[in-house]
């Protein structure tokens, strides 16, 4: 069974950083794929970033290239995510999420395993 644990959200101002980590177990060994999503209350959740272990790539969504980077620890079974630059919009909570496939995708309909979530909040 996998399972997720995010955390290292929190509070910053405009300009901030913040780094999230997901420790991850249960996953088959250089396998899958890591996502990043977001969610704001009554809104749709929305993909940030992926990584496949099994192709060493990442996946970004364009608007946020550049100031979102993800990086993996093996050792420690964790997978992070680097915000950079935050704006207030980025403000949600924060998910990790698993997914049985060797291609990097942010389609939550492909994630079969999520953490509960980190609040990021970015205001002034």
């Known amino acids: 069974q996998v399972q997720l644990v995010e955390s290292g959200g929190g509070s910053v101002q405009p300009g901030g950083s913040l780094r999230l980590a997901c420790v991850y177990s249960?996953?088959?060994?250089?396998?899958?794929?890591i996502g990043w999503f977001r969610q704001v209350v009554e809104k749709q959740r929305e993909g940030v970033l992926a990584?496949?272990?099994?192709?060493?790539?990442?996946l970004y969504t364009k608007s946020r290239k550049g100031r979102f980077t993800i990086s993996r620890d093996s050792a420690k079974n964790t997978v992070y995510l680097q915000l950079d630059d935050l704006k207030p919009e980025d403000t949600a909570v924060y998910y990790c999420?698993?997914?049985?496939?060797?291609?990097?995708?942010?389609?939550?309909?492909?994630?079969?395993?999520w953490g509960r979530g980190t609040q990021v909040t970015v205001s002034s």
């Open positions: 999420a698993a997914a049985p496939t060797p291609v990097a995708t942010l389609d939550p309909a492909r994630f079969t395993s």
């Open positions: 249960g996953l088959q060994a250089d396998d899958g794929v």
């Open positions: 990584f496949s272990f099994a192709k060493g790539t990442a």
